[in-house]
């Protein structure tokens, strides 16, 4: 099975490492998911694929109290 996480996160201008939250993923599901291979029917560690990192440009809209 494959499943995709999605997250938003608010930080400063400086970002995070995409790279770092791989890592830490990769980290927990060593820890705490397991699958079985198809092949063997060995029991493995689920990984992490590949991320995509997105920077949303949202222009900010203020309502008047009326229109």
Known sequence: MIL???VRIECDAEGVNPLHLCEEI?????SNHHL????SDD???A???GY???VEKLTPFYAKEEY
């Not at 079985?36 to 092949?39: H, L, M, S």
């Open 26 to 30: 990769q980290a927990y599901l060593n």
């Open 4 to 6: 995709n996480f999605s």
């Open 36 to 39: 079985v291979d198809e092949n």
């Open 43 to 45: 029991y493995v560690n």
């Open 47 to 49: 990984k992490v694929l």
């Open 52 to 54: 995509n990192l997105e």
